[in-house]
């Protein structure tokens, strides 16, 4: 058996499976008994747990907890809002759309790991939402709408699915003859990197007009190891960038150390820090968030200038309109009819021409 469904066939989703990688705490088991959510992660993501830390920046993301019943912030029917789907416009419940030329394709909810502060939870986690993924339905939709130029292949996780599906997908859309672009958003590389197989590769593999991108999610350089690297270099031989969407989440990405030290290892294993993402307000995740001004900051103060430009998300918020930076112009700070001030991460000053129209 391949090691990938190996990893699924001993999924550690129950508290027995649970207690050979980690010492769980009152609360955690609380949680897993009372909480009846989806909770699971593979064998391998489990075994880069602190066993005696509650606190392990995985352990925090992966294992539920009490905190999820608190919702102060959350907007109740948030992937319905958030994704359109209560809009005068029929799409099948695969397609969602915040754009004109670009949809995100559901093809499943079901993942490798299932994280806490997943948007999707009411979908993934919570399973308080039911939607019907039928993939021919998206197809056919998709192949109606020639103003569709990019299509993101989103779930759950669709590194999943078996190959055989996945090469499915990849033909039928590249079939299509007004698309552009096809993105998989997935954490295979990052919670089960051994999915990355050669059967995978060679189905990713082949030149076409229609390119493959593949966007990871990472959130702590804690789940960088070298499988991860190898499992990236190999998606790099395919002709696939490899970028990263993270997650600014508090308590485990939003101190200084922790988020300069996961962007300079997101580079070390070749993949490139796309954005960072404001924790949205799906109900349950209060606890991940930090205040909005949070992330900018810390890319001023811990990435601008001391690590490359390679390195630099862009911060924003996803939102039913699409995505909305929330970087603040910390650098201009004075304009004149004749210069504009700037200022660098170090508070160094200098000016260059204010050019009329």
Request: proline residues 6%; hydrophobic residues 35%; glycine residues 4%.
């Amino acid at each position: 058996m391949e090691q990938w469904k190996d990893q699924l066939n001993n999924f550690v989703n129950t508290l027995d499976r649970l207690k050979k990688y980690i010492n769980v705490t009152s609360e955690e088991e609380q949680a897993i008994n009372e909480l009846g959510t989806v909770w699971g992660l593979t064998p391998y993501f489990a075994s880069l747990m602190d066993r005696d830390d509650p606190n392990c920046p995985i352990r925090k993301q992966m294992i539920p907890s009490m905190k999820e019943t608190e919702n102060k912030y959350g907007i109740e029917n948030y992937l319905i809002w958030k994704e359109n789907r209560a809009t005068e416009e029929k799409r099948p419940d695969s397609i969602a759309r915040q754009y004109h030329d670009r949809v995100a394709f559901t093809v499943t909810e079901k993942c490798c790991t299932y994280c806490r502060h997943c948007f999707r939870r009411e979908l993934v986690v919570d399973r308080s939402i039911s939607l019907r993924f039928d993939v021919n339905e998206g197809l056919e939709w998709i192949k109606q709408h020639p103003e569709i130029r990019d299509v993101l292949v989103t779930g759950g996780d669709p590194f999943i699915l078996p190959d055989d599906q996945i090469e499915y997908l990849v033909r039928k859309l590249r079939e299509i003859k007004h698309l552009e672009m096809i993105r998989f958003h997935t954490r295979a590389p990052i919670n089960m990197p051994m999915r990355i197989t050669p059967a995978l590769m060679k189905i990713l593999r082949p030149y076409h007009k229609i390119p493959i991108f593949i966007n990871v999610q990472c959130n702590h350089a804690n789940e960088i190891t070298e499988q991860t690297a190898k499992a990236v270099y190999d998606l790099l031989t395919c002709g696939i960038c490899v970028g990263n969407q993270g997650v600014l989440l508090k308590g485990i990405n939003d101190d200084k150390k922790s988020f300069q030290e996961l962007h300079l290892k997101l580079l070390s294993v070749r993949i490139r820090p796309y954005y960072i993402f404001y924790c949205e307000p799906a109900p349950g995740v209060d606890h991940f968030r930090t205040p909005v001004e949070k992330g900018a900051e810390l890319i001023r103060d811990c990435i601008r200038g001391t690590v490359s430009g390679l390195a630099q998300p862009m911060y924003v918020i996803a939102t039913n309109i699409g995505k909305i930076p929330l970087m603040p112009d910390y650098y201009i700070i004075g304009k004149s009819e004749t210069e504009y001030k700037l200022r660098n991460y170090k508070g160094e000053l200098t000016t260059i021409p204010n050019i009329p129209e």
